[in-house]
């Protein structure tokens, strides 16, 4: 996760992360599945296109999540 989510806060997309089978960690290799990007998303984009992760919005976030 990166940056600011409108709907919910850090610690609820983590909880529901963790509901949904996945982890979420504090930094990007090239085992991260996804980078969640919000508003204002901080150095982790670059981190993870520069690795090859997918870089999701947080729309496509809460589609992943139902």
């Known amino acids: 996760l990166t940056g600011e989510l ?3 806060g ?3 997309a983590e909880e529901r992360i963790h509901a949904a089978g996945g982890k979420a960690t504090s930094s990007v290799s090239k085992s991260t599945s996804y980078v969640v990007a919000g508003e204002k998303p901080g150095s982790k984009v670059a981190k993870a ?3 090859g992760v997918q870089v ?3 729309q496509e976030f809460l589609n992943m999540l139902k």
Request: glycine residues 0%; charged residues 35%.
């Open 10 to 12: 850090r610690e609820q």
């Open 6 to 8: 409108k709907s919910m």
């Open 56 to 58: 999701i919005h947080e």
């Open 49 to 51: 296109q520069l690795l």
